[in-house]
DNA sequence: AGGACACTTCACCATTTGGTGAAGTATTGC
DNA sequence: GCAATACTTCACCAAATGGTGAAGTGTCCT
């Protein structure tokens, strides 16, 4: 669902994660390293994370390595594309936003 | 903050309603027809989209007419934007990604 | 003025969320 | 085998969230 991964993604902590992620893999230590946290509280993000579809959880050793599925992403942009196509469709609701903007309250 | 726009959108009725909005400006009570919910509800989850900047309320006679903010949108647009140019940025990072699919556990 | 309409504000409630410390599990290295 | 490492699971807690009914506010209509 749509909303799961919008509500994993509203969290600065989760953010911050996909957004380390984004630049490689990583472990649970490495995620957690940033964000003065306890390892209980970083395995309930990731596993929202995983639960959203957003990140890939495999362990290597005794450690366990995250990294980012871009299909979860591809939602989000396939659903702004969709939203954006509409008001950008008429400009009748270029304009109506332009005369809204105008007035004060 | 962009995750407040993520909280925001982070619950099936207010994304319905920012679909809603996406064609076009509508009161209070046409936001809440669909949806089988009461009016305190309605105000209450469009009082959050409105503090994440997502939507404009501005009073008209007796009624409240709602339009959707592009500005607030653009923002998710340009983090998603920012993110994929990251894992695209190398081809090792696709490498690693088809690597870590293949493999079982 | 007074009633109807379209919300909003005000308690209030149940559930979810983000956090913790303590105990448990799997893996490595001596 | 045993200690250390790297998490995870297990209660448990405080705060936030999504919902309600009841009462309040502003606007229109007669």
């Known amino acids: 669902m749509l909303t799961t991964t919008f509500g994993a993604l509203a969290d600065p902590t989760r953010l911050a994660i996909v957004g380390r992620l984004s630049r490689g893999a990583a472990t649970m230590g ?20 995983v639960d959203a579809g957003l990140v890939h959880r495999r362990r290597v050793g005794r450690t366990v390595v995250c990294t980012l599925r871009p299909e979860a992403i591809s939602e989000v942009q396939q659903w702004l594309g ?22 004060g309250h």
Chains 1, 2 share one sequence.
């Open 30 to 49: 490495e995620l957690a390293e940033p964000h003065r946290i306890t390892p209980p509280a970083m395995t309930k993000h990731v596993r929202v994370l």
């Open 82 to 103: 969709d939203l954006t196509t509409y008001w950008n469709s008429t400009v009748d609701r270029l304009e109506e936003l332009l005369r809204e903007d105008g007035d």
